[in-house]
């Protein structure tokens, strides 16, 4: 299971209440995305944050640009998307430009970009990963988590 191991999560209303974070989601799965989505806000709630920006793009390829965007005006991003493997290159390409595009924006920005996309091999996997009642994993909590963490110790850092 890739959820072996992980930290535990640290979310304080008391040092994150003021955080401005956006989140951006792609649409493609809906079931997928809703599910990384409430993830992505139970978190930002869980760190006292009342209205994270939610953004919607139309796939994963869009995330970085909507990111870089939004990386200008927030504290933390979140990029929520999902690709399932199909019978094309396609799959790796998507993959491989939303990381690096992810990265790019974080590393450029100094804004942390928490990573909730899903590279599956096929739908059942990503359901297993979307937050969704009988999940086994939170992806769009973790991502979320991830990015609120690390813009509190920028702060701290600065």
């Given at each position: ?26 649409s ?38 909507a ?37 790019q ?15 599956c ?37 600065s």
């Amino acid at each position: 299971m890739s959820g072996a191991g992980a930290a535990p999560t640290t979310l304080n209303p008391e040092t994150m209440k003021d955080l401005k974070v956006a989140i951006i989601a792609a649409s493609w799965h809906t079931t997928v995305m809703d599910g990384l989505v409430a993830g992505g806000q139970r978190a930002t709630a869980d760190a006292g944050i009342k209205n994270p920006t939610l953004v919607r793009v139309p796939g994963t390829f869009e995330l970085s640009v909507a990111a870089a965007q939004l990386a200008e005006s927030h504290d933390a991003v979140v990029a929520l998307g999902v690709v399932i493997r199909g019978g094309t290159p396609h799959f790796d390409y998507v993959c491989q430009s939303a990381t690096q595009g992810l990265t790019q924006v974080s590393v450029n920005s100094k804004t942390p970009v928490g990573f909730g996309v899903l590279t599956c091999d096929n739908e059942q996997q990503a359901l297993e990963r979307a937050g969704l009642e009988g999940s086994s994993e939170d992806k769009g909590y973790e991502a979320t988590a991830a990015a609120l963490e690390t813009a509190l110790l920028l702060k701290n850092l600065s």
